[in-house]
């Protein structure tokens, strides 16, 4: 089956850094989204990128699917930024139906 | 506009019972998907549902099944519990099969 790795597993950054988070995917996808789960559990999508690049605020994030990577960008890291940040891929044509990597936990610290 | 909603947020169930958590779908969202979280891990897709239709299913046992209503809300039933049973619920729904999906809160299920 397809295997989605996110590199790098844990990351602790001081307010105001900015990162760089990885997504590997192993097979062609039809479509890519990131999330973000805060501490509560909530997953809240931050984009749905099969391809290019998109922006929104402080966040912007590229996928590059001839090369089976996807990046999520974060400038100027906020407190409210902690929590494990997801990408989860479309394993079947069209339905959507998401196969989740193995996370990044981001720990933002004041 | 009313986001996706999840009931009951936490259950205690023992092993051998049976369990039915619900999902009220995004307004004008006709597609919803479950997925199982289990503690540390990343989520697992159990199904999804699109028109009242099964839309695809992951490596869930029949003992996982569902039901979309024609108003689009969904449960998802789980037959004789089993410790590992015990995990995040999340339900997720989009605009239609295919699209962004939008994630509820979670039912939390704690099998004892």
Redesign the interface.
């Known amino acids: 089956g397809i295997q989605v790795e996110q590199s790098p597993p844990d990351l602790i950054l001081q307010e105001g850094a900015n990162s760089t988070l990885r997504c590997n995917f192993s097979d062609s996808v ?2 890519l ?1 990131w ?1 973000h789960q805060n501490p ?6 931050l984009f ?1 990128i099969p391809s290019g690049t998109k922006q929104n605020g402080r966040l912007s994030a590229t996928t590059v699917a001839t090369e089976r990577y996807s990046l999520l960008y974060i400038s100027s890291s906020q407190t409210t930024d902690s929590g494990v940040y ?1 990408c ?1 891929v ?1 394993i ?1 044509t ?10 990044t936990r981001l720990t933002v610290i004041p | 506009e009313t986001g996706v909603t999840q009931s009951p947020t936490h259950l205690i169930k023992t092993r051998g019972q049976q369990v039915t958590l619900r999902c009220s779908s995004q307004s004008g969202h006709n597609t919803v998907s479950w997925y199982q979280q289990a503690l540390g891990q990343g989520p697992q897709f159990i199904f999804q549902y699109y028109r009242e239709e099964e839309n695809g299913r992951g490596n869930f046992p029949p003992r996982f099944s569902g039901l979309q209503f024609p108003n689009y809300s969904s449960e998802l039933n789980v037959n004789a519990l089993e410790l590992d049973d015990s995990a995040l619920y999340l339900c997720a729904s989009s605009f239609t099969s295919g699209d962004t999906q939008y994630f509820g809160p979670g039912t939390r299920l704690t099998v004892l």
């Open positions: 039809n479509n989204q999330f509560w559990g909530q997953l809240i999508n749905y997801f989860a479309d079947r069209g339905a959507n139906n998401l196969f989740f990597g193995t996370g």
